[in-house]
């Protein structure tokens, strides 16, 4: 399972404060500390709260390759921000995000080309985010026929079929469930598929039984990333039970140390 | 129109363990796709041959066996010399009969005796393996561990319930371990993450994933080593061991390869089956993932050498 840590984001305080003070020292915590917790990736984000977002971006994502040469995702919404994150960052990256529709997928997904980026590609088109399975299905459609116009490896890309908040949209789990498994059957090998795991729970009670449960859901139907809380122990336990019941690693009594030592 | 490419992308490869030392000293592991799959990743080390010989002249082997050695077979050194001079043998197994409290019973002293003077006979790789009597192994391996310090053997075995010993012994000695389960992938697993947790370098660990001979089991053997390096190669490190397979242990105790031709007419002349009969073990498991092969009979180390040396043209 691909973890994307989130915790590099700029509505942290102390995340914004480093940024405002270009103070290293919680970047660097958090970078490592997310990585040691067993992140494939981290997400940088610099947050709404801040003004200048390509000078921000471009600090963090420099400062965190100071101490690792792990896969970034940069995560912005401005396409200058975006740009100049990719080529501070240099090698191994994501491009967090671009929506299914294809005047955006025609300003992005050539940025990713050019920087050999994975592109996370959103369930969202010009009409928003969809309430049933087949709208996601001609979005993600869309999206992989945009990726191949631009020469981009299916292995490169990667759907998000937006989960929305349970205590909002409570009909929608099920769909974005449905959505998962039937992406997957888009393509031969197929795309990855990612969800942003904290959008499941936010403002809801309980949120981590919440985020956890929908997380071993997804894996069922075939999801095999997430940005999510990579700090969070009690879900990569149920993530790597997920995973096993999936038969994706041999079972032995010790499975949660022996994934942890993969 | 072109083919699409189907070769697999793997991310994770097979250790590398070393045994013995100069000038004879050998590496074996460190693969990167499925067993001779020169087209899809590298095999840069091939699948080497050990003979077993026992502590003590051996009382119960068919004489299609004994006849082979002469009267080398009366003493350990002599017998290792051998088998590598006279067969090609490229490691010596030397297996613990005699400790075996129901066996002879003898003792550590005698089996670090027999331990040196075949090490001091042959210059390949040594493989030493206990009786399987706990009590017994976890007295006399410690012993040989530290007789041999500096050899680089490779001694087994750890099991799930008695590691400790065995762990403690080759981190003093140096030696490298093998590790054992009853054909049992779980159990494998279960057993190499316990003695990494003890501190032991997975980089030193040989797995035996227990050996079925033909008929009595081969097809699960290979099913375990198979599954077991597939997901090795997709990055399970708890599996990235080389694996040893005891062939010729396993096929001497069946009626297939022991009984004459008087007692069974209809199954050839034993001279011709018994060696047939390691070799088509020995060359299944060879695809399964094999990195040391054990034989008993001359005539099948020939027969496996040759198909390794095919196996390994490019």
């Given amino acids: ?262 | 129109m072109s083919l699409p490419d189907v070769t697999e992308k793997w991310t994770n490869n097979i250790l590398q363990v070393t045994l013995g030392t100069e000038p004879n000293q050998v590496t074996i592991g460190g693969h990167t796709s499925l067993p001779f799959l020169h087209f899809e990743g590298e095999t840069p080390n091939k699948t080497y041959v050990a003979m077993e010989i026992i502590d003590v002249e051996p009382a119960d082997w068919e004489s299609v066996m004994t006849e082979q050695f002469g009267d080398a077979i009366k003493n350990p050194a002599d017998w290792a010399k051998k088998c590598v001079d006279d067969f090609g043998a490229e490691m010596i197994c030397l297996s613990l009969y005699g400790i075996h409290p129901d066996f002879g019973d003898l003792s550590a002293e005698h089996a670090v005796d027999v331990a040196k003077s075949v090490s001091d006979a042959v210059d390949v790789p040594l493989i030493i393996w206990g009786c399987g009597d706990n009590d017994k192994d976890n007295t006399v391996l410690p012993a040989i561990a530290e007789a041999l310090k500096g050899k680089n053997v490779l001694l087994g075995s750890a099991a799930e319930d008695n590691y400790k010993t065995l762990v403690a012994a080759c981190q003093m000695g140096g030696h490298n371990m093998i590790t054992e389960s009853p054909l049992d992938i779980n159990i494998a697993k279960q057993v190499n993450i316990l003695v990494s947790d003890s501190g032991f370098p997975l980089d030193r660990v040989v797995m035996y994933p227990t050996t079925g001979a033909l008929g009595y089991g081969l097809e699960y053997a290979y099913s375990i080593m198979e599954r077991g390096r597939l997901a090795a190669l997709g990055g399970d490190k708890m599996m990235s061991c080389p694996v040893i397979c005891r062939v010729g242990t396993e096929v001497t105790r069946v009626k297939e390869a022991k009984a004459s031709i008087e007692e069974q007419p209809t199954w050839g002349p034993v001279d011709k089956r018994e060696p047939m009969w390691e070799a088509m073990t020995a060359s299944a498991l060879l695809m399964a993932g094999a990195d040391i092969m054990i034989l008993r009979n001359p005539k099948a180390v020939e027969i496996i050498k040759n198909m390794v040396a095919d196996l390994m043209k490019k």
């Avoid at chain 1, 945009?146 to 929305?164: G, N, R, S, T, W």
């Fill in chain 1, 1 to 262: 399972m691909y973890i994307v840590g989130e915790r590099i984001n700029g509505m942290y305080t102390d995340i914004k404060n480093a940024i405002i003070n270009k103070d290293k020292e919680a970047v660097h915590k958090h970078a490592l500390a997310q990585i040691k917790a067993g992140a494939s990736a981290l997400d940088i984000n610099v947050g709404p709260a801040t003004a200048d977002k390509e000078d921000a971006m471009v600090w963090l994502v420099e400062t965190v390759r100071e101490v690792t040469d792990i896969t970034l995702a940069v995560d912005t919404a401005k396409y200058e921000a975006m740009k100049a994150g990719l080529e501070a960052a240099g090698g191994s990256l994501i491009l967090n995000s671009t929506k299914g529709e294809d005047a955006a997928m025609d300003m992005w997904l050539p940025l990713a080309k050019e920087h050999d980026a994975s592109v996370i590609i959103l369930n969202i088109d010009e009409k928003g985010v969809p309430s049933n399975v087949e709208d996601r299905l001609e979005i993600s459609m869309r999206g992989l026929a945009k990726a191949m116009e631009y020469d981009i490896d299916i292995d490169k890309v990667i759907i998000d079929p937006i989960a929305l908040p349970v205590n909002v949209a409570q009909a929608q789990p099920r769909v974005v469930l449905e959505a998962i498994s039937q992406i997957r059957m888009l393509s031969d090998p197929s795309p990855h598929i990612i969800i942003g795991l904290s959008n499941i729970c936010q403002r809801c009670s309980n949120p981590g039984l919440i985020s956890r449960t929908f997380l071993t859901m997804c894996i069922g139907y075939g999801m095999d990333m997430a940005i999510a809380d990579a700090y969070d122990e009690e879900q990569n336990e149920a993530l790597i039970t997920a995973e096993l019941l999936m038969n994706k690693n041999i079972y032995c009594d010790s499975f949660i140390e022996a994934y942890c030592q993969d």
